[in-house]
Each structure stands twice: as structure tokens, then as C-alpha cells.
């Protein structure tokens, strides 16, 4: 039973990370062009484009995308609380509530890990191969985070400290959630 969570966890996580990246690489306004993008838009279609019909974009922002992903992960919530079924002695609305906010801080935290890949990647790249495919996503998706960081911790001796201090800033982050 044990291994069965866990694969379903693995595969739930996985889709529930490419429909927060589709999400975040659109709300930051990175390109779609290269192949990471390509391979998020083609293993995401499935599902977003049907709530695009139904969800449309507002305010600029791709909501069929992350409504997307917080499916995933409330039917992922669903079974675990099922799972614990018998051991749950709580009203429905309390577990309605619970398995919310399981979800919702699933891709929270989801997103913050999302960063931190991202922010190491940047870091990693511009060290080794700074005209990577990887690297102008990696440095548009942490672009918004890095740019505040930057304005108050300047360069020193040439190094950039600031994806130091996003990542410490993330990992507090992760704490409270």
C-alpha cells in the first residue's frame, strides 16, 4: 500500500509541477519558445486547454493552469484522507477544510520549491554554461525575485550574492508553510 502512495504522490506531483510551472512561466512572462517550455506546454494541453473554455485568462494571468494543478492536488488530498479514513473522528466539513488546506499548502510550497530549483539552476549555469537552453528561463522565471535583492545587495568583487539570500529568504519561507 505504501508503494502505491508513493507512485501516486510521484505522478501527482509531477503534473501538479508542470501545471504551477506553465503558471508561473506565463505570470512572469517567460518565453515559451525554448524546450523547456515546449515540453511543459505539451504535457499540460490535456488539461488546460478544456478549462480554458470554461476559466479564461484574467488579469493576465493563466487560472485554468493553476486551477489545473490545485485538481491534482485536492484529488491527491482526497485519497490520502481517505486512506485515513477510519482513524479521522471529525465532522465532513472539517475534513473538506482540512483536505483544502492540505492542497493549497501542497502548492505553496509546490512554488517555493519550484524557485529554489530555479534560482540554483541560474546560479549553477552562469558558473559552467551561461548560453544554456536552460539558462535565459531559469533567469526569466527568478528575474522578479532576484531584481528587488539586487536593488539592495550589490555585486561584491563581481559575485553575485542575491540568489544566495532569495534561496535563504525561500527556505524561511517553507518554514512557515
Request: net charge positive; hydrophobic share 60%; aromatic share 10%.
Amino acid at each position: 500500500m505504501q508503494a502505491i502512495a508513493f507512485l501516486l504522490d510521484a505522478v501527482a506531483s509531477f503534473f501538479c509541477t508542470l501545471f504551477l510551472l506553465r503558471f508561473m512561466m506565463q505570470a512572469m512572462r517567460v518565453s515559451f519558445a525554448g524546450q523547456i517550455g515546449d515540453f511543459v506546454v505539451k504535457l499540460t494541453s490535456w488539461a488546460v486547454k478544456p478549462l480554458r473554455s470554461v476559466i479564461p485568462g484574467i488579469g493576465g494571468y493563466d487560472w485554468a493552469s493553476l486551477l489545473a494543478a490545485l485538481g491534482v492536488q485536492l484529488a491527491l488530498s482526497v485519497l490520502f484522507i481517505a486512506l485515513a479514513g477510519p482513524s479521522l473522528n471529525a465532522d465532513p466539513g472539517s475534513i473538506a477544510l482540512m483536505v483544502l488546506w492540505l492542497a493549497v499548502r501542497a502548492l505553496l510550497r509546490l512554488a517555493v520549491y519550484i524557485l529554489i530549483g530555479a534560482l540554483i539552476l541560474q546560479a549553477v549555469l552562469s558558473w559552467i554554461n551561461p548560453y544554456s537552453p536552460l539558462a535565459a528561463p531559469a533567469y526569466q522565471l527568478t528575474r522578479p525575485i532576484l531584481d528587488p535583492i539586487r536593488r539592495i545587495l550589490p555585486t561584491i568583487s563581481g559575485i553575485d550574492l542575491s540568489p544566495l539570500v532569495a534561496i535563504l529568504l525561500l527556505q524561511v519561507a517553507l518554514m512557515f508553510l
